[in-house]
């Protein structure tokens, strides 16, 4: 609602200052510090000034007496040196935001679970379809978000965790919005990684690819990989000139699917993506098409990228130095602001002398004639712009996570159910780790030089920082610090030393600790029940902790801090929800739930001090759709976190200052019922967005 009303004002501003003063003007509107001074605010008549060589405020009074009634504005003033300060009309507020729904209460507790799952899927249906709506005012073409792209060589750790979470919010936020969304994971399967794990296997352990598939159906394969490639890369740095030729060799083997080595890594990838899609299901997350880098060259996506790259001059080969028989792609001084090498992981560094050939040289094709990690990634990012002139195949990925659907790219028969992916998107986030700034920057310097100048603008890197550990937490996870790291605000965390906190370890721990909590406040539960609570806890808890960051901040995790009921937490906004449920089942109980709101009374009730702090609850609960656009302007998941932590903060200072059942007065408790079903469904429609659900008790 607050969405709607700031752009009926910004519409009216623009629309007068066009007629009035012949200037085209874009309308910046603001959030005043207080709730006296209204709840929008323009320093346009500033600008204005500037062109009209007049005093600010002089202008502001002559718009402020000219605009004409604005639907939902009750007045706009004039503040400040020129300022125009709009009031909205609380009671058409109110309206508009409770209109038609006073009287349906609707007890949760007291549903049947089948009903409730019903209930549930309905409104999450609604809100998707009312997201839509919302977005009808201009053409929106697909958007591909792509995310958690771990390369499947070992367990998933905290950091992949960030980048799925991250990119798992956008994508609900972006489809809050109106935009029809599609999620993809690129599978890394012919890169370094794989090939150092097929390495340890054969070379090291020295198995053979039926031991290797036999060990793939195991559990916690995953955990071995992890493993493995921390002694391999211990192997590798004993003999660099064995790692060049092992590593060169099993590469291609690889690329070229031939021999064991081909064999082992496919066993290897596939085992592995199905860990990771299990891991990422326990956090609600799920994607709809997974990418496999495989079929980019055996499909000759590559192939076709490489000649139009060729055609074009964007890349030249190399005839002397280091990089001779290499293919390269020129680059110019000014555009090297960063040089920090692009990995093949999104979430790690690779060795130093390939991370030193990629940053300084640009190679897209090796002397050897494999492609580099870029190289691939360029032919993707054409597919996805629909810029390349060919699609993938597609089969169902098998043993997908219950209840989702995965389709997977495949060099087999094309599945004629599948979904038609290769339709071109109107832009495209992917979601990849800081250090990977410099690949994104070559992958639009390629689209650039392929004359698609305008896919490259919309080739949006949706960046993060490295998450990592407190001292205590890693002390917690068994890790043994010297005095030096204990002393650190935080502890890095490495997946190719094998130091890092695995995902499922992590929900586990932080399970088992929600679970206790339940246990202790809620006996009468049946088991069941408690494990769903404590599990919704825990993912409410990490979720949101790894959101209310901003996408550049380095983050400590800690258990404690994240499992708090207190501040700035994901059970401090689930608890909110809690609250109010309790306050509708007493409500119901005592039969104070069945009055309408008269009109006539909110206007009382909104007016003086008290209303205020009543007007600005409300306006709060308004506002989910202003967050939503405020997170895609900016890019930056964050603002729904903190939305929806300043709403559960504002419900909890209402709650402490309002006896709201014991009211005297019929039409105030109606009143204060009504707005605490109204946050309740902004809050739990917040935490939807935030991928959290509040559980009926904490």
């Known amino acids: 609602m607050y969405r709607e009303l700031t752009n009926r004002l910004r519409e009216a501003l623009a629309g007068h200052i066009r007629e009035k003063y012949g200037v085209e003007l874009a309308i910046v509107l603001e959030r005043p510090p207080k709730i006296e001074m209204g709840e929008a605010a323009s320093p346009v008549c500033f600008e204005l000034a500037k062109r009209l060589k007049r005093a600010p405020r002089q202008i502001a009074q002559e718009i402020a007496n000219g605009l004409g009634k604005v639907e939902g504005i009750a007045r706009v003033e004039v503040a400040g040196g020129g300022y125009l300060n709009a009031y909205f009309d609380r009671g058409e507020f109110w309206e508009s ?46 958007v591909i978000v792509e995310h958690t792209s771990i390369n499947p060589n070992k367990a998933a750790h905290i950091g992949h965790v960030r980048n799925a979470v991250l990119g798992d919010t956008m994508a609900r936020i972006l489809r809050r919005a109106g935009n029809p969304v599609q999620i993809q994971n ?61 590593r060169g060799a099993t590469l291609k083997a690889i690329e070229e699917g031939k021999g064991e080595d081909a064999e082992v890594a496919q066993v290897v990838a596939d085992a592995i993506v199905g860990c990771h899609l299990r891991t990422m299901a326990r956090l609600g997350i799920g994607y709809e098409l997974l990418a496999r880098e495989s079929e980019i060259l055996h499909l000759k996506f590559w192939d076709a990228a490489f000649e139009m790259l060729k055609k074009s001059g964007a890349i030249q080969l190399a005839a002397s130095g280091k990089m001779a028989g290499c293919w390269i792609m020129p680059w110019k001084e000014d555009e090297t602001e960063e040089t920090g090498g692009f990995n093949t992981e999104n979430t790690e560094g690779t060795e130093k002398t390939e991370e030193e050939e990629n940053s300084q040289d640009k190679i897209i094709v090796r002397s050897n004639g494999t ?23 597609y089969r169902k990925w098998p043993n997908a996570p219950e209840g989702q659907t995965v389709w997977a790219t495949t060099s087999g028969a094309n599945d004629s159910e599948a979904p038609h992916f290769g339709e071109a998107a109107s832009s495209v986030y992917n979601v990849i780790d800081a250090r990977q700034a410099y690949l994104q920057k070559v992958v639009a310097a390629g689209l650039r030089a392929l004359g698609h100048a305008g896919a490259a603008e919309r080739s949006i890197h949706l960046s993060y920082e490295i998450v990592a550990l407190t001292p205590r937490c890693a002390a ?33 721990k932080l399970e088992a600790a929600t679970l206790a909590e339940v246990q202790q406040r ?124 300043h709403l559960a903060q504002a419900f909890n200072n209402f709650y402490h200052r309002h006896h709201i059942l014991s009211e005297a007065d019929e039409q105030k408790r109606a009143f204060l019922l009504r707005l605490t079903e109204l946050v309740e469904a902004q809050l739990v429609q917040a935490l939807g967005l935030l991928g959290i659900e509040a559980p009926e008790k904490m």
């Open 97 to 142: 935001l409770a209109g038609g729904r006073s009287g349906e209460w609707r007890v949760a507790g007291d549903e049947p679970k089948k009903e409730k799952r019903q209930r549930r899927e309905a409104e999450n249906a609604e809100e998707h379809r009312e997201g839509q709506v919302a977005g009808r005012d201009e053409e929106r073409g697909k």
């Open 522 to 645: 809620h006996a009468e539960m049946k088991a069941e029940e408690q494990k769903l609570t404590a599990h919704a806890i825990a993912v409410g808890a990490l979720r949101f902790f790894l959101l209310k960051f901003t996408r550049n901040a380095i983050i400590a995790f800690d258990f404690k801090d994240a499992l708090s009921f207190e501040g700035e937490t994901g059970p401090y906004c689930q608890y909110a929800v809690v609250r109010i449920r309790g306050i509708r089942r007493k409500g119901t109980d005592a039969g104070a739930t069945n009055a309408e709101v008269k009109k006539e009374s909110v206007s009382a009730l909104l007016a003086g001090a008290e209303g205020n702090s009543l007007w600005e609850l409300l306006v709060a609960a308004g506002s989910l759709d202003y967050a939503v656009d405020a997170a895609i302007a900016t890019q930056e998941p964050a603002f729904m976190a903190k939305y929806a932590f």
């Open 186 to 246: 690129y599978i890394d399967n012919t890169g370094v990684q794989v090939a150092d794990v097929v390495i340890g296997f054969l070379h090291m352990e020295q198995r053979t690819p039926i031991s290797v598939k036999m060990m793939a159906m195991e559990p916690k394969f995953d955990y071995h990989c992890w493993d493995l490639y921390a002694k391999a890369t211990n192997f590798f740095a004993a003999d660099k000139e064995r790692a060049a030729a092992l």
């Open 476 to 508: 917690e996870m068994g890790y043994e610090l010297t005095p030096e790291e204990a002393k650190k605000p935080y502890v890095e965390v490495s997946g190719r030393k094998g130091f890092g906190v695995k995902a499922d370890d992590l929900m586990d």
């Open 371 to 393: 492609v580099t990690y870029v190289g691939k990634d360029i032919a993707y990012q054409l597919w996805k712009f629909g810029l390349l002139g060919k699609d993938f195949h």
